[in-house]
């Protein structure tokens, strides 16, 4: 038996530390210039931060030779049997057909030479190799399809018998028990009024629907009846403008307030106008809403009398 080979060291402080660890030494000058401008390996020098720059010993399974992946992809095989006239190509009447004899063969006449009868020969030799060529395909072809029709087949057979197996014993002991009584008590029985409240959720969707409708037809003819004081040129707009940014503005309105505020007080606020709309809050004593309250009225019974819609003034 040959003696052992030495192990190297795997760590890389202990191989530093071994004589197998060493600068690469700069290789002396040489006296014959080369004509070639690119450095052989023996005047190449490893810088510092190149991992060649001490030589650390491998272990025997990292030098083992890896080949490199061949690129590129296998062709898609042939159907030779295809679905339409496929099983045709195993009769003997193909294969007679794909492989006819000379006519010299047909009438039976011998060869005239050494040369025909070797290409006779071979003839035969190659009418055989197809037909078992053939033949073998066949069967292999079946072969494979029978066996995925099994697998199939057992496939379906064994998940029918996991969902329509009972329900194994583990599972029934270990399942809580419910009395009938509180089963009948806890399940949902249908609303016998549930017909009825669907008509009436009908109606009111309904009735919703055409106060919707009828807000909207309102709020189109109040927009139709103040589109006649809408400024739509720039001349309109000049002459509001002149209006409302004059000095006296506000003393003619028989108040001396010299600006909006003194005259109009404060804007409303967010939580007083949210208290408006829901009637609730503090806004329910307030004389201004019930002065507009009461301008609201006459204009709904200004609306019945004249037969059209009017727009209440904002001053």
């Known amino acids: 038996m040959p ?35 690119t450095p052989s390996p023996l005047q190449q020098s490893f810088p510092p931060d190149s991992p060649k720059f001490i030589t650390i010993p491998e272990p025997p399974q990292s030098s083992e030779v890896k080949h490199p992946p061949v690129k590129g992809h296998l062709p ?34 011998p060869p005239k030479s050494e040369a025909e009868a070797a290409h006779r020969k071979a003839a035969a030799i190659r009418r055989k190799n197809l037909e078992e060529g053939i033949r073998g395909l066949r069967s292999r072809k079946k072969l494979h399809q029978d066996k995925i029709l099994a697998r199939s087949q057992y496939k379906a057979e064994f998940n029918n018998a996991r969902a329509n197996a009972p329900e194994r014993a583990d599972e029934a002991l270990t399942r809580s028990t419910v009395k009938q009584s ?50 739509v040129t720039e001349k309109q707009l000049e002459e509001r403008v002149e209006e409302l940014f004059k000095e006296d503005t506000f003393n003619k309105m028989g108040n001396a ?49 004249s037969g059209g819609k009017l727009v209440i003034d904002a001053q």
């Not at 202990?14 to 660890?21: I, P, R």
């Not at 193909?94 to 006519?103: C, E, Q, R, V, W």
């Not at 009948?184 to 969707?205: E, G």
């Not at 106008?273 to 507009?292: C, E, F, V």
């Open 3 to 37: 003696p052992s080979l030495p192990r190297p060291a795997l760590t890389g402080l202990e191989a530093a530390l071994t004589n197998a660890c060493r600068l690469t030494p700069t290789p002396p000058r040489q006296l014959v210039r080369s004509l070639s401008t």
């Open 76 to 109: 898609t095989p042939r159907n030779i049997f295809p679905t339409r006239g496929g099983n045709l190509k195993a009769k003997a009447a193909f294969i007679k057909a794909a492989t006819p004899l000379s006519k010299a063969e047909q009438l039976g006449l």
């Open 182 to 231: 509180t089963a009948k008590q806890v399940q949902v029985k249908p609303d016998p009024y549930r017909f009825n409240n669907a008509v009436m959720a009908r109606k009111k969707t309904e009735r919703l629907a055409a106060q919707k409708s009828e807000a909207r037809r309102d709020a189109l003819a109040q927009l139709y009846v103040a589109a006649q004081t809408f400024i």
């Open 257 to 305: 307030s010299s600006n909006m505020w003194e005259l109009s007080g404060a804007p409303i606020s967010v939580g007083a106008r949210q208290a408006q709309i829901s009637g609730m809050g503090a806004g329910l004593s307030d004389p201004t809403k019930a002065a507009t309250q009461a301008a609201v009225r006459r204009k709904l019974v200004a609306e019945e009398l």
